[in-house]
């Protein structure tokens, strides 16, 4: 039986699509025990059954049915060893900050802190190391236990762990092109209206392809030698391209890349890199750490979102169809669990990698 302490967590956003897959995965994860539920004045003071749309496969677990929902004031978190964020971006900003001023390490899936300089943008399967600017942002804002780590876009998460692995053993990456085929789940509940999306493709969502272009630099950027912020791969040229498809859970991406160095691996050592790469959360041991973090596939139909989304619980990546690209070095097709691994799962797994490096 694990000796590890149990964190005592609290969930902005609970009623949510993100919120829901928090409740889900810290249910049924050791290493935490959720403690307060927050959301919306039109939620608080209610029941969490009565105020969320469940709509997961899952069973809502009783204990927390039962649990009366509290608005997002750090006040009412009291008891909490940290926060999880799947707040609505239009409100993030100022209830996040609150909730880091409070003291409170923060963990958020919203898109309004991950481009500041010091917060980190993490991946836990991919850029784990970025945690280093926590002390300056502590500095900055005079905390000793608070700060904010966010996750990445969710569709940036299974394109960022591949490429981090490639870049590990190849070096680094100078072209990106992607087009994405996002699941509706994405858009959060009631999200995309049943007649725009069924026998369709919906070739905008908004704000999604600056959001990729700019947070992969991010992540496979780098901490300034003094741990003082984080510094972007301004060499990194990404070009996005992103649809709503009829799928409910599972963002696909067909990707073509160039390496800096002009010079090509050939595709087996491509396949052995991406199969062989362990990350810091595995030799950690921490329990939500996929066996496998990438998945390569060598079916030339695979993956696909129906099939693959759910390998490694939500948690691994999926690749296949690599082969050779006329134009740039290399194409291929990832698949990442929008909700898990590309927000409450990625979140989870930070928080249990910020409580092994004693952050939390
Ligand atoms: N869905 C996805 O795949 C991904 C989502 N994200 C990000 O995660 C966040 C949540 O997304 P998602 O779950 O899809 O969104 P939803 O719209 O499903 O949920 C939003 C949550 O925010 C709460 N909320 C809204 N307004 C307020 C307020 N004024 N005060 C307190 N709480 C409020 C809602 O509570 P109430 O029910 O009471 O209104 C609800 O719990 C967003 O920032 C999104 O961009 C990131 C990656 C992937
Ligand atoms: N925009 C994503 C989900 C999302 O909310 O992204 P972000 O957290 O980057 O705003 C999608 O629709 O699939």
New binding site residues.
């Given amino acids: 039986m694990s000796t590890k302490k149990v964190m005592r967590a609290g969930i902005?956003?609970?009623?949510?699509?993100?919120?829901?897959r928090f409740i889900c995965l810290l249910s049924s994860n050791p290493r935490f025990e959720i403690h307060v539920l927050?959301?919306?004045?039109?939620?608080?003071g209610r029941p969490y059954s009565q105020?969320?749309n469940w709509k997961l496969s899952d069973r809502l677990p009783e204990n927390v049915a039962s649990m009366i929902?509290k608005?997002?004031n750090p006040s009412e978190f009291e008891g909490c060893d940290l926060i999880f964020?799947?707040?609505?971006?239009?409100?993030?900003t100022e209830?996040e900050k609150s909730f880091m001023e409070g003291n409170f390490p923060v963990f958020s899936?919203?898109?309004?802190y991950r481009m500041f300089d010091t917060v980190p943008l993490v991946i836990p399967t991919a850029n784990p190391e970025h945690f280093a600017v926590i002390g300056q942002q502590r500095k900055e804002f005079n905390l000793n236990r608070g700060y904010i780590i966010t996750?990445?876009?969710?569709s940036v998460t299974g394109i960022a762990v591949v490429l981090k692995a490639l870049q590990l053993t190849f070096g680094k990456i100078s072209k990106v092109m992607v087009t994405t085929m996002q699941?509706i789940?994405?858009?959060?509940?009631p999200?995309v209206a049943s007649l725009d999306i069924m026998d369709n493709v919906v070739p905008h969502i908004g704000g999604e392809e600056e959001k990729i272009e700019q947070e992969l630099g991010k992540i496979l950027g780098s901490a300034s030698t003094d741990n003082t912020s984080i510094l972007s791969d301004d060499q990194l040229k990404v070009s996005a391209m992103c649809n709503r498809v009829a799928v409910i859970d599972g963002h696909t991406s067909s990707v073509s890349i160039e390496f800096a160095s002009g010079q090509k691996p050939s595709i087996q050592e491509i396949k052995t890199c991406l199969s062989e790469y362990r990350c810091m959360a595995q030799q950690l041991g921490c329990h939500s750490a996929p066996k496998q973090a990438i998945i390569v596939h060598e079916n030339q139909d695979r993956p696909q979102p129906r099939l693959d989304r759910m390998n490694e619980n939500g948690m691994a990546v999926s690749i296949g169809r690599i082969r050779e690209c006329p134009i740039l070095d290399f194409k291929f097709t990832i698949l990442v669990h929008?909700?898990i691994l590309?927000?409450a799962g990625a979140s989870m797994l930070n928080a249990e990698l910020a409580s092994e490096m004693g952050l939390i």
């Fill in positions: 902005l956003g609970a009623t949510g699509t993100v919120g829901q927050g959301a919306s004045d039109r939620s608080a105020a969320t929902v608005s997002c964020s799947g707040l609505d971006a239009s409100v993030a209830i899936n919203a898109k309004n996750n990445s876009n969710c699941a789940s994405g858009a959060g509940y999200g929008n909700t590309g927000a």
